[in-house]
């Protein structure tokens, strides 16, 4: 099948059959005063030679991770992407953005989505898994509005420990009048939401709504906050980091009603923070009340098997004041990206890159610790990131370290005033014994 | 069978009412499930839920389409046909008999009055198609 627009030729006659003679007479409808009556404000053009090598200057004057040793997580992480992803997500049977709601032409994308919902299903120890969000902060925001729909009730409890940015986005949902956001404090010390904060939330919540590993990188007790979620009528959201599926339990296994996460780490360009990847997962009985699209599979009339999108009664194009969202789109191209490097990976290599970074991150801390001028923060397992508190002016520390050469972490103060000095600091798979031993040095000799 | 069955009660919105004392069980009349087409859902109250006159009760949900399912009468839900969720496509086959949504107490009997009768229903379709 070929998408090819219209010609000259056959626009003019639509303009005729319609009764005008150009396309502006069809904005004529417009007020004035909102029409444009100029040209857009714009530079002139460029030569494609000229057009690149100014974008390359542009580009020169960004500090990305290959030109530092980035210590950063905190919601986007420098993993390695195998070559095989690139190739795949560039065929232009892939790349070529279009809604796959015919069936007959879109057999091949169809198939990589629900591949990649197989996956991500997987992943979470879900039945089912949609085609895909914007990012994590969206999925996590869209399952506060499923978990109200389903028990209808507007509260949600969400843990303090959750990516800040993550939260904003509930409240912006919560702007819709049908979600009550209340925050759920966490322990200072341990840095998790215990169960007792937790179960005096949860009374009358939809809700409640924690990530593991958390915000400071801590692993939280779920099986204890599932209980605590369905002993008050509540389901239990949990968000989930995809790199250390290979050696934590899913969170499906664990009690909750609906996973999520950001899907970026597993193919995804850190990119300055975006396009990010919305992992959406539930089960079964949410199935209906589940967001944006899910692709399903089922036979032809020759009885082969055929991939197709699936309860779309339930998306907005269909009836849009009762949808179970506003988004009926995803990241496909991300979502390719992602179920490719999980292929590439497959179980074994999976479990390899959750125990390096893991791994790693431990070797981080205490090679950081013993250099005296750091003291641990929280005193809970953690994943891939760790809080540590700087003994001495964390911003000037950090200033200091990229002068070096190193991304030394993030100051939680932006977020959280009363955690002035506590630096998060993250080491995925990248990160080198020989990185790690050098920024310990770095930091002993300031 | 007749289309309509002369026992039961309808609405405007294509249930029927089988009423017998203080309850009355509830369902989507012939024509409402052949305008449907294949029924693949259909999402229920729970036993001890108040269900309202003229609002909805639950949706139900066909290949072509989901629809509402408005209650007829106010009351509280006492029997729930739990068997449509596994085999929703009974609401096709059966809708007068092993069809059946939910059956309620009746808050006001005489709400069922209000209904119309198999034949004011059957021209009322004739008009809607």
Redesign the interface.
């Known amino acids: 099948m070929r998408f090819i627009p219209v010609n000259g030729a056959q626009r003019e006659r639509m303009l005729r059959a319609v009764g005008v003679s150009d396309a502006g007479e069809l904005f004529d409808g417009l007020p004035a005063e909102v029409r444009l009556d100029r040209p857009l404000r714009l530079p002139p053009g460029l030569a494609e030679e000229e057009l690149i090598a100014h974008l390359r200057e542009l580009a020169a004057r960004d500090l990305d991770a290959s030109r530092v040793v980035s210590f950063l997580g905190a919601g986007c992480y420098d993993h390695y992407v195998p070559a095989i992803v690139r190739h795949v997500v560039s065929k232009p049977e892939f790349f070529t953005a279009y809604t796959p709601y015919q069936a007959e032409a879109s057999q091949g994308t169809l198939q990589a989505v629900y591949e990649f919902q197989t996956m991500v299903a997987e992943l979470a120890g879900m039945d089912v898994a949609n085609a895909s969000m914007y990012d994590g902060a969206t999925a996590f925001a869209e399952a506060a509005y499923l978990a109200a729909r389903a028990t209808g009730r507007a509260k949600v409890a969400v843990s303090g420990a959750v990516h800040p940015e993550w939260v904003d986005t509930l409240r912006s949902y919560a702007g819709s009048g049908l979600l009550e956001v209340e925050i759920v404090r966490f322990d200072p010390r341990t840095g998790l939401s215990g169960a007792d904060a937790l179960r005096a939330a949860a009374t009358g919540a939809a809700a409640l709504m924690v990530a593991s590993p958390n915000f400071f990188g801590c692993i939280e007790d779920l099986p204890a906050a599932s209980a605590v979620a369905h002993d008050a009528g509540a389901l239990l959201i949990a968000a989930f980091a995809p790199a250390l599926s290979g050696v934590l339990e899913a969170p499906g296994e664990l009690g909750a009603d609906v996973a999520v996460a950001e899907g970026q780490p597993l193919g995804g360009p850190m990119s300055f923070g975006g396009p990010g990847l919305g992992l959406f997962a539930c089960r079964e009985r949410f199935l209906?009340r589940m967001p944006g699209r899910v692709v399903g599979r089922t036979v032809d009339a020759e009885g082969r098997p055929a991939f197709t999108l699936a309860l779309q009664?339930?998306e907005q194009h269909?009836?849009r004041e009762?949808a179970t969202s506003n988004i009926c789109s995803d990241h496909s191209l991300n979502a390719l990206a992602a179920a490719v490097h999980l292929a590439a990976l497959g179980a074994e290599g999976l479990e390899q890159l959750g125990r390096a970074c893991v791994g790693k991150a431990a070797y981080l801390r205490e090679r950081l610790v013993a250099t005296g001028r750091f003291e641990r923060r929280f005193a809970s397992p953690h994943g891939h990131e760790v809080a540590l508190r700087y003994l001495g002016d964390a911003d000037e520390m950090l200033e200091e370290m990229l002068d070096r050469g190193y991304l030394a972490g993030l100051h939680l103060r932006r977020f959280f005033p009363d955690e002035d000095g506590t630096v998060l600091l993250c080491a995925t798979e990248r990160r080198t014994r020989g990185e790690i031993d050098a920024l310990a040095e770095e930091v002993a000799s300031l | 069978m007749s289309s309509y069955p002369k026992e039961l009660k309808y609405d405007k919105e294509h249930e029927w009412v089988r009423a017998e004392g203080d309850t009355a069980v509830i369902g989507i009349s012939y024509f409402a499930q052949d305008q449907l087409g294949e029924v693949v859902?259909v999402?229920l109250p729970d036993e001890g839920d108040e269900v309202v006159a003229g609002e909805t009760f639950g949706?139900i949900?066909?290949v072509?389409?989901?629809s509402?399912l408005y209650s007829p009468l106010t009351g509280e839900v006492v029997r729930v046909n739990e068997a449509l969720g596994d085999t929703p496509e009974t609401v096709n086959e059966d809708p007068y008999g092993e069809g059946w949504m939910i059956e309620v107490r009746m808050a006001d009997p005489s709400q069922v009055d209000d209904l119309m009768t198999a034949e004011e229903y059957e021209a009322f379709v004739s008009e809607e198609s």
Do not use: F, G, M, N
Request: proline share 0%.
């Open positions: 209906r009664t339930r269909v009836r009762k | 859902y999402d949706e949900e066909s072509k389409s989901v509402e």
